[in-house]
């Protein structure tokens, strides 16, 4: 069984700080996902990173997939309280369909 | 519709009874997932169809769970004789093309909103 392991798993910062989650695993991926849920609501996509290596910039957000496909970063710049809510990585198993959801890293930036 | 749209949205049920939970994906969507979430948890597999493909059933954690799909658009989850250990919130997702696909994987899942279930 594939799992997904986030770090850390509850994290508050005061705004204009900068935090990174990190998202590892044992296992290689086809992809990575990284969703953000807020309360009372299903997560929503960020951003999908592909190739071992790859680097994505969503603003102030800064995504990486690890050389091997096994692991990925999410770092944010510059915090703001709009940025709190619940960060989830997703794995897309090698050669099937279904992702691997880690337990998620609950972001509260406090202004 | 513009999105994933679940109902109802908060279910309260008896202990014993049986519960259905309806998703409505995106029209044209060929894949669609069900998930459970439980505090403090991660997303935990239950359900795929994909197509008119026999859907994957691996994820459901007892026979008392069961999915369907009609028409290859909207899916009911039935839960029957709720426990206590079933209340979560279940997340019904879509997608275009399957996510083991190079271009469905690139696009991720859309979800729903979810129905909170809790069994009494």
């Known amino acids: 069984t594939q799992l997904l392991e986030q770090s850390p798993q509850f994290l508050s910062i005061q705004e204009g700080e900068n935090l990174t989650v990190y998202c590892n695993s044992s296992s290689v991926f086809s992809s990575l996902q990284w969703y953000r849920q807020e309360p009372g609501e299903g997560p929503v996509l960020l951003v999908t990173v592909v190739t071992g290596g790859e680097v994505k910039k969503l603003k102030r957000l800064t995504f990486q997939f690890g050389d091997a496909r096994k692991d990925s970063s999410l770092h944010i710049t510059a915090a703001q309280p709009g940025d709190t809510g619940l960060y989830l990585c997703a794995g897309v198993e090698t050669g099937g369909f279904k992702t691997i959801f880690g337990a998620g890293t609950r972001l509260f930036v406090k202004a | 519709g513009a999105g994933v749209s679940q109902s109802p949205s908060n279910k309260v049920t008896e202990k014993g009874k049986d519960v259905e939970l309806r998703c409505d994906p995106i029209s044209g969507h060929t894949a669609l997932y069900w998930y459970r979430q439980s505090l403090g948890q991660g997303l935990e597999f239950l359900i795929y169809f994909q197509g008119n493909s026999a859907p994957d059933k691996s994820g459901l954690p007892s026979d008392r769970f069961s999915a369907e799909r009609t028409g290859g658009s909207v899916s009911t989850l039935t839960i029957q004789r709720t426990q206590q250990e079933d209340s979560a919130v279940y997340l019904c997702?879509?997608?275009?093309?399957?996510?083991?696909?190079?271009?469905?994987?690139?696009?991720?899942?859309?979800f729903g909103s979810g129905t909170r279930l809790t069994v009494v």
């Open positions: 997702a879509s997608s275009l093309l399957p996510t083991g696909t190079r271009l469905g994987g690139r696009n991720g899942y859309t």
